[in-house]
């Protein structure tokens, strides 16, 4: 059974940064592509950034130059650093495969919680 493990999460002041960390228990890693999704209270999960087998990558425009995705083959691992933090980038943020509709997607793991305070 596929499992995703993320960490990293905390309490952030507005203009700080975090980065957060997703170990993935898949023996095809390398050649998947991964995502970064969040939920914030009261609010459907949403895509944050997504990163193709190739290195490449692609953001939600309210998260573009602020956040990077990337991805460590040999560790199994996607990271996402995260500048600038906002008061509205407080959710609980998830990684997954590479999904189009995350608020139709039942299978996640625990997540991990970022709160940023104004």
């Known amino acids: 059974q596929v499992q995703f493990v993320e960490s990293g999460g905390g309490l952030v002041q507005a203009g700080g940064s975090l980065r957060l960390s997703c170990v993935a228990s898949v023996s095809t890693f390398r050649s998947n592509p991964f995502g970064w999704y969040r939920q914030a209270p009261g609010k459907q999960r949403e895509f944050v950034a997504h990163i193709f087998n190739s290195g490449s990558t692609n953001y939600a425009e309210s998260v573009t130059g602020r956040f990077t995705i990337s991805r460590d083959n040999a560790k199994n691992t996607v990271y996402l650093q995260m500048n600038n933090l906002k008061p509205e980038d407080t959710a609980i943020y998830y990684c997954?495969?590479?999904?189009?509709?995350?608020?139709?997607?039942?299978?996640w793991g625990q997540g991990t919680q970022v709160t940023v305070s104004s």
């Open positions: 997954n495969w590479f999904i189009v509709r995350p608020s139709s997607y039942d299978a």
